[in-house]
DNA sequence: GCTACTTTGTGCATCGGTTCACAAAGGGAT
DNA sequence: ATCCCTTTGTGAACCGATGCACAAAGTAGC
């Protein structure tokens, strides 16, 4: 251990980041069938990745493995969950109970480890007052204090297009740093607040692309891919 | 052939392809305002991104824009609707009529531009038969007649977990080769199939990472970022 | 203890993508 | 027609991520 007593390099890389709940999935799967150890071989491909990056993906957190025999199921669970920050609770609110807000305040996995959904806001006054999952639908106007007073650090946005920006810059100016928007538009924010987004007109339209190719757009041409 | 007399190169970076959506989206917005021509500096900031790295994706399309004055808004809308398969109309399937899927099926921004729900199928009987969005929910037995009596080129899994993989053989075997994934697996396909992944509960994790850092994690160090 | 075998952790080459910076190309004014 | 201004398109440097291939480090058997 030349450089430091740490164990762990602060700089984890974005691409590992965003592989480590894969990992993580992968792994609760094994330890539920009662599986004590796996090889970055077998691990990589449960996750549906290379070997060789599962490796340097997991060195980036410290040597966790054993040469000869492979990784520590349970140990590598906690690693990586405490490295996520998941063995803390996390309060999340959903803005805009619509069709998707509600599949999302149902959506088991959210709710699962780490996460909890503390606090369904939305506008319209048709909806506010209803009990959705065991939660009550509170008024717009409430978005600050719920936020405060719920202690809600990750919003997650699923209003109208119109509406997200605004709100967006309501829950920012109550210190909320991290936001997840299903709003098809691009959120302009202060770049200390993390926003992340899932798009599925988006993740359609790609598809859409490479079917066309596939099936022979114009020009045809035979692609190795 | 090399290079020439095709105004495109059929070679289109996967990061290009992810971002002609979003292109496409600011843009018409722009149109609905009346906007006739837009430099790529204008356009860079709707859709987020780095002027220079818009006018390279452009470019992989071709040569569409007018030095000195920018791109008109109309042409280039319909360059990169036919280069993404807009122009045509793609038949999407929604596999899995819980919360989610029903969500999908009554999302506008889902079927807006060259996309058309064409059904819904699930294997619940106290589901099947229900309408939902205008159609009429059918049982997981019909897959494979429905996908081919609809032309279903797409199909949006949105089953629990346990089902997506058999789904998935299933629409694959009737000759599906573009699936959009929701439920939290690794799907197993061949590599002529184009499997794309949204898994919510992965981007929260993502989200609560950095949220730690902020907060101050163990050994809390005070970073760039 | 020594040898054979397994599997990790990583140095290194490579690749795709981003960004800078500028020459080339057009428009408009005079 | 010429000059100036704007904006595109792209060569080239840079940066992060990927994957190969192997030494280091461990286990197991004798």
Chains 1, 2 share one sequence.
Not at 92 to 111: D, E, K, Q
Not at 120 to 141: C, R, S, Y
């Amino acid at each position: 251990m030349k450089s430091t007593s740490q164990p762990r390099d602060r700089g984890i890389p974005e691409a590992t980041v965003a592989r480590l709940p894969l990992y993580l999935r992968a792994l609760h799967g094994m330890a539920e069938r009662g599986v004590a150890t796996v090889s970055s071989e077998d691990l990589a491909v449960a996750a549906g990745v290379n070997s060789a990056k599962l490796r340097k993906d997991l060195s980036h957190l410290g040597s966790y493995g054993t040469r000869g025999v492979g990784y520590d199921v349970e140990y590598l669970v906690y690693q990586i969950s405490r490295e996520l920050g998941l063995t803390q609770d996390w309060a999340v609110a959903i803005v805009g109970v619509g069709n998707l807000g509600r599949a999302l305040a149902n959506y088991g996995g959210f709710v699962s480890r780490g996460f909890r959904v503390a606090a369904l806001i939305d506008a319209d006054p048709e909806v506010v007052g209803d009990t959705i999952a065991g939660l009550n639908v509170e008024h717009i106007d409430e978005l600050e204090a719920v936020v405060k007073r719920r202690g809600v650090s990750i919003v997650v946005l699923a209003t109208p297009a119109e509406a997200a920006q605004a709100v967006c810059d309501r829950v920012i100016a109550v210190g909320v740093t991290s936001i997840l928007n299903f709003a098809p538009v691009v959120l302009s924010v202060p770049d200390t607040v993390d926003v992340r987004k899932v798009d599925l007109s988006i993740e359609l339209q790609i598809l859409a692309f490479h079917e066309q190719r596939k099936a022979g757009g114009p020009l045809m041409a035979v692609d190795s891919q």
